[in-house]
């Protein structure tokens, strides 16, 4: 199958696996779908338990799935409730990514991550630092996908709950 990375969209949830695993982010690009049929996990159902089910709301806005969009002193804020602050790191550059594409088209918003259970809050905005960081994350998806063959699997704890789980260790 030919692949051209240059026609490729890389989308929020590329930039949250790149985080994870960089095997599951060229496993996702290619389209390669997991067993269905394994309950173990799915993808939908991790990222769905792994957001904060009680509030959410989720809200597509410019196609990202959001869970808050309000406007504070005229500010426009966008962000997520998460179950949890482990995966802080993905949730936090997926939403620099989603405040980026928002730019691009000329909105200027920023970011909030919300943890209720830990009583946790983060802003999240563009900066020189984050954009920095988004842009070598895009450069890093860039070069996972561009290339022919998989990365290496890794163990990670995430594994366990990964829906190619099977493919990586049977
Ligand atoms: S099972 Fe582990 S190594 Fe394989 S894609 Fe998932 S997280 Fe990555």
Redesign the pocket.
């Known amino acids: 199958m030919f692949f051209d990375p240059n026609e490729f969209r890389i989308t929020g949830t590329f930039v949250w696996y790149y985080f994870?695993?960089t095997?599951?982010v060229w496993?996702l690009s290619r389209g390669i779908t997991p067993d269905q049929q394994d309950d173990n996990i799915d993808i939908g159902r991790f990222l769905h338990e792994n957001a904060y089910s009680r509030e959410k709301k989720e809200v597509d806005f410019y196609g990202m799935k959001l869970d808050i969009i309000k406007k504070e002193n005229d500010q426009l804020i966008i962000g997520e409730i998460k179950k949890s602050s482990k995966y802080m790191e993905s949730a936090r550059m997926q939403l620099l990514h989603y405040l980026n594409e928002l730019e691009e088209q000329g909105i200027h918003a920023e970011g909030v991550l919300l943890v209720p259970e830990e009583k946790k809050r983060e802003t999240v905005v563009l900066n020189e630092e984050s954009r920095k960081k988004l842009s070598e994350a895009i450069k890093g998806i860039t070069e996972v996908i561009s290339v022919d063959v998989p990365p290496e699997?890794?163990?990670?704890n995430?594994?366990k709950n990964?829906?190619?789980?099977e493919?990586?260790?049977a």
């Open positions: 994870i695993c095997r599951e496993l699997p890794k163990r990670i995430y594994c990964c829906a190619y789980s493919l990586c260790w």
